[in-house]
């Protein structure tokens, strides 16, 4: 009896992590994006920041992995400011596979204190409840003419998912500008390793 009391309980622990190892699986693609162990890290936003000359056109270097971009290139993204205060988004990329032109349109609100440069963006016509519908936009640092680092971060049940971009204004940039955004970022504690290149050739 007591044997087949603990054989239960066995069974019962066994079930209980596959459904937990089956939510964590199921999460991780959800986001689609690099998980790391344990909680999002401190990150600080550039605490003055200058929505104004960042406004314009912004190509996307290399990131993180992001499902939501996943077959696409000549990313890029174009900031303009709305009479709210918050700034419009419209994010273009090419289909590799057909090499048609997507754009999706977006709002990008402020939700830090005073000028800091922590935003919540939205995307029109994605449905609230999908992954990264409504997601974490924080500028770690610019210089606003050259290159910018953003990250996202979600905590997840056991993890964390980030997105890191390095964006320039320059399709092409020099070196040197990615060599200066690869060091601040490495200075910060994150992981320049998963950064992946941006196709913008052609575009």
Avoid at 17 to 38: K, N, R, W
Avoid at 75 to 89: K, Q
Avoid at 137 to 158: E, G, K, P, R
Wanted: with cysteine.
């Amino acid at each position: 009896m007591l044997l087949s009391y603990v054989y239960f309980l066995l069974i019962m622990m066994v079930r209980h992590v596959s459904v937990v190892v089956m939510v964590v699986m199921m999460m991780e693609m959800a986001t689609g994006q690099i998980l790391f162990p344990g909680t999002c890290p401190t990150q600080a936003t550039i605490a003055s920041f200058d929505s104004t000359k960042y406004l314009g056109t912004w190509y996307e270097y290399e990131k993180y992995f992001a499902l939501f971009e996943f077959g696409g290139r000549c990313i890029s993204a174009t900031y303009t400011a709305n009479t709210d205060g918050s700034l419009g988004v419209a994010n273009k990329q090419r289909k590799i596979l057909t090499n048609q032109e997507k754009t999706i349109n977006g709002r990008a609100t402020f939700v830090g204190a005073n000028t800091e440069a922590k935003l919540s963006v939205s995307f029109t016509g994605v449905p609230s409840f999908l992954p990264d519908a409504d997601g974490n936009y924080w500028v770690l640092d610019t210089d606003y003419t050259s290159w910018a680092i953003v990250w996202s971060c979600q905590n997840l049940l056991f993890s964390n998912a980030q997105i890191l971009w390095v964006l320039t204004r320059d399709r092409s940039p020099a070196a040197s500008i990615i060599t200066a955004a690869r060091a601040i970022i490495t200075g910060r504690g994150l992981n320049v390793s998963y950064l992946k290149r941006t196709d913008q050739n052609g575009c």
